[in-house]
């Protein structure tokens, strides 16, 4: 049964304002409408009970919004039996939301008044159906809205120009411009074409040291060398890199004033899988084709990045990190790998300056093998990498040639010339000039081999892991103790793989009492060097 008010009672006015989007955190647009409320409900003679603020909030995504399911609340208990807003508008955009809070006004014989509209005159088929018609006009605006943003962002994604949205680190507020370049010939800082190439002299411009871009790049080869994000992050922090300034949400909802970040792993992440960074675009999470935007880094190289951040065993947080060196690495004889254990040997003897009287091992997974003690067995081979690390001849002997000295094609170039292709075969089926089956095996044919051309590109750029390191100098030995335990690994896999045989009974050959080393036989630990890197070591 509908409520009625007795004639003459005074309005408990609850004053409702949002605006869908304040990136820019100034409250203009809620601050303009609580006025104008205020001077109406002040004209009527109303009292304020509360104003319901929200500030950047969709009325047509669906989400929650705290502020108008609080209003709704208040009408149901007869807290407030009105409502004041700047249109229908603000109050809804979706017609389903709108109907119900049309029904909730009729039944409780609330008065909703706005400034743009007027009053919602809910006594007559005639008023109510205006007011559902208003509602259903509502949604339509925002629907053709949403159309007309998307139907921009496919024209965007077809021309490969940038679709908006706020500076992307590495790059100028256009998000089209490097932060920065330069050109290493004439030092040129502006004026570069799509392909990095300095206007002036025609020169391959470079990223400028300690620019944005240059960290990207940095950190792009710091992944592909098997470097943490937690170490990248470190070196960032102590650069002072920190993230672009954004008005960030605060916990009442509304954007704070522009503040920069220290950047984390999990968005450092998200920074170096961009696809903008290798001058390459994407829709719906694939790349369609090439960007009119200088790249970063090469294609190549973002690729390799890319597969080392999408290892399925890669991990970021502390409780996942690698601890043992040598679990999964090193394998037992019978082929199984060893996996670290801290139930430890050793007996009673105190292991060290602990004094505990257990030393962490290896053993083989199966329990039923080998064993060894984890920080003698690393100790060990560790020695033979840094020793095979810095020998005179290491650069010639671990590095390949590079692309250019061993006549390898362009891949980028391939890539760029197959999603062209793809893009033709969607033209030539829209033109009815092939049909639709030699449209789909084209293109499923086309999708193969730029999978197989993108793949290649990453395993080209990942051989670098040894690249980074100072090969074939003293300065290893020192370097090492500072790499994090998936680079170290990531460096032995390159070099050598390790085959623990069954160790003899009683000392070893030259075993001394007393010695931190225990009872561990350097002659059981087989050593196979990879591409011909040395002759074997094994034996046992």
């Not at 109510?128 to 962002?153: L, M, N, P, T």
């Not at 090439?290 to 065993?313: F, G, I, N, Q, Y």
């Not at 670098?464 to 994090?484: K, R």
Request: aromatic share 6%; proline share 5%; with cysteine.
């Amino acid at each position: 049964m509908t409520k009625r008010l007795p004639h003459g009672s005074p309005r408990r006015v609850v004053i409702y304002c949002r605006i869908s989007d304040d990136r820019e955190g100034k409250r203009w647009g809620v601050e303009r409408q609580e006025k104008a409320c205020r001077e109406r409900a002040e004209d009527n003679g109303w009292d304020i009970v509360e104003v319901l603020v929200e500030n950047d909030v969709s009325a047509f995504s669906g989400k929650l919004r705290p502020k108008y399911e609080r209003l709704l609340e208040m009408l149901r208990s007869g807290e407030a039996n009105a409502v004041l807003a700047l249109s229908n508008k603000r109050l809804q955009r979706d017609w389903r939301a709108a109907f119900a809070f049309l029904d909730l006004a009729e039944q409780h014989d609330i008065a909703v008044h706005t400034i743009k509209a007027g009053d919602y005159n809910l006594n007559t088929a005639e008023g109510r159906a205006s007011a559902r018609r208003a509602a259903i006009d509502a949604q339509e605006e925002s629907e053709e809205i949403g159309e007309r943003v998307r139907d921009a962002k496919a024209d965007n994604v077809a021309e490969g120009t940038y679709r908006g949205g706020p500076r992307p680190f590495g790059y100028e507020a256009d998000g089209i411009t490097p932060r920065s370049l330069l050109c290493p010939k004439c030092g040129s800082t502006a004026g570069f074409t799509v392909d990095r190439e300095c206007e002036a002299c025609g020169t391959a411009a470079v990223n400028a040291p300690g620019s944005e871009a240059w960290h990207i790049e940095r950190s792009i080869d710091g992944i592909i060398a098997h470097d943490s994000l937690r170490s990248i992050c470190r070196d960032l922090k102590k650069a002072g890199v920190q993230t672009v300034p954004r008005r960030y949400k605060q916990p009442d909802g509304t954007r704070g004033e522009p503040e920069s970040r220290d950047i984390q792993p999990t968005e450092l992440r998200r920074m170096l899988l961009r696809p903008r960074n290798a001058g390459l675009i994407d829709h719906k999470g694939e790349v369609v084709g090439r960007a009119a935007w200088a790249p970063l880094t090469t294609e190549e190289k973002w690729r390799a990045c890319k597969a080392v951040l999408e290892t399925p065993e890669r991990r970021t947080t502390t409780s996942n990190a690698r601890v043992w060196l040598g679990t999964g690495r090193y394998r037992c004889y019978c082929g199984e790998a060893v996996r670290g254990s801290t139930g430890g040997i050793g007996g009673r003897v105190k292991a060290g300056p602990t004094g505990k009287t257990w030393r962490a091992k290896y053993r083989c997974y199966t329990a039923k093998h080998v064993s060894r003690e984890a920080a003698a067995l690393d100790a060990y081979i560790v020695g033979l990498a840094i020793s095979r690390l810095s020998r005179p001849d290491a650069t010639e002997l671990l590095l390949p040639p590079s692309p250019a000295e061993s006549g390898e094609e362009d891949l980028s170039a391939t890539a760029n010339a197959l999603r062209a292709k793809l893009d033709g075969y969607t033209a030539d089926y829209a033109e009815d000039l092939i049909t639709r089956q030699q449209m789909l095996d084209g293109t499923a044919l086309t999708r193969k081999r730029l999978a197989k051309i993108e793949a290649q590109m990453a395993v080209r750029a990942s051989r670098s892991v040894l690249a980074s390191l100072p090969l074939g100098t003293p300065e290893i030995e020192g370097l090492w103790p500072g790499f994090d335990l998936d680079k170290q690994g990531a460096i032995l896999d390159a070099l050598m793989t390790v085959t623990v045989h069954p160790a003899r009974r009683g000392r070893p050959p030259g075993y001394q009492p007393g010695s931190d080393a225990g009872y561990f036989d350097e002659s059981t630990i087989g050593i196979e060097w990879k591409h011909g890197q040395g002759q074997s070591a094994s034996s046992g």
